[in-house]
């Protein structure tokens, strides 16, 4: 077991004080949406008005990075012992699983708006969205594609494994040993997929970046302050899947092997090369005392509330669910697509989640017991 110390009254106050992270988390759901808006329904995707709005991978490292730090930072304010692994995967699986199954439901309904009638089910790729094994298809070895085309569910999957997998190294790991750990996690992942590329490998291939995250919160908890020389092993971890990803991509050039901004190998590169720049960019923007934080970021941290079905929302509404008939309105049906997809996210997370919070408290209190 690790040894954790108990927060401090500072600790707690500066949790709560932390809606730089939500407004970080509704700044990269928006930006999704954009992206997606952008490439998908007006089609921008290859010309210079939609270059601003290509990269929703990026996009998605933020939400690995910020959803290890959160894990990682509310597992050490709650203090040793609080947590066992009832408690803590009850805990997540209803964070996750109703707006998950509800995003499901909803790509459904409107694929049968689209046909006029029930659309078939793919009962196969139902049952590997349900375990969490859905991914991109654009990935090597996937093993499932996102239920009904619902493209940004490929990373809920990564977030849910990361989840499984924090919780035994970080309670029965000791602490100097676990990013090493994940180092060889995701250079077995690295390894493997190069003889045999496969859905599970890629899991532990991102875990560092997600990873990357939980560091950042364990110095910050410690000392209230997150520095260089303290993340400075973290950031040469990352720096090793980056290069092999880098020459990997080079060598395809070189073969005259086709590459594209989405497909393998260039965004995996893509992944390792962001994950870092982006923590640096964060010490640069600290440097400054984060100046200009409020009316930046600020203006995104109520949509962080709703970010997480909203992500999972957007996409059928955005790309598959036809609202007026005709192209005349064709801007107009888009506000009222996105306006139903903050409606829906509104309704998931301001009346639904925390009454499925209050309705499974009882199972926490009774496996907390235990």
Not at 268 to 289: N, S, V
């Amino acid at each position: 077991m690790n040894n954790k110390s108990a927060p401090t009254t500072e600790q707690k106050n500066s949790h709560e004080r932390m809606w730089q992270l939500e407004a970080l988390r509704g700044f990269a759901a928006l930006y999704v949406l954009a992206h997606h808006i952008s490439s998908s329904y007006l089609k921008l995707k290859h010309t210079i008005w939609g270059l601003p709005f290509r990269f929703g991978q990026e996009a998605v490292l933020i939400f690995f990075l910020l959803s290890g730090f959160v894990i990682c930072y509310s597992h050490r304010l709650a203090g040793p012992g609080r947590d066992n692994f009832k408690t803590y995967l009850i805990k997540r699986g209803r964070r996750i699983y109703p707006i998950f199954l509800l995003s499901l439901l909803l790509a459904y309904i409107i694929a049968c708006i689209g046909a006029h009638a029930l659309a078939p089910v793919d009962w196969r790729t139902l049952a590997g969205n349900l375990f969490m094994l859905q991914d991109h298809p654009e990935r090597p070895g996937y093993l499932f594609l996102p239920f009904d085309d619902n493209m940004p569910l490929w990373s809920l999957s990564f977030e849910w494994w990361f989840y499984m997998m924090f919780f035994p190294i970080y309670h029965w790991v000791p602490a100097q040993r676990q990013k090493f750990i994940v180092l060889g996690l995701c250079l077995t992942g690295v390894l493997v997929n190069f003889f045999l590329p496969n859905g599970i490998c890629w899991f532990l291939v991102f875990f560092l970046i997600w990873w990357a995250g939980v560091e950042l919160a364990r110095e910050f908890s410690a000392t209230g302050n997150v520095t260089i020389s303290g993340q400075k092993t973290m950031l040469a971890f990352l720096g090793i899947p980056m290069l092999w990803y880098g020459l990997t991509t080079w060598s395809w050039r070189l073969h005259g092997q086709p590459l594209t901004f989405i497909t393998f190998p260039f965004v995996e590169f893509r992944y390792f090369l962001m994950a870092p720049f982006f923590i640096m960019l964060m010490f640069a923007w600290k440097r400054t005392g984060f100046a200009g934080l409020n009316c930046t970021l600020g203006w995104f941290r109520k949509v962080g509330l709703i970010s997480y079905a909203l992500y999972l929302f957007h996409y059928p509404i955005i790309c598959d669910l036809r609202l007026l008939a005709t192209d005349k309105l064709f801007y107009l049906d888009l506000i009222l697509r996105v306006l139903l997809a903050f409606l829906l996210a509104w309704l998931a997370e301001g009346l639904l989640q925390p009454w499925i919070k209050r309705a499974t408290n009882p199972w926490l209190k009774h496996w907390s017991s235990r």
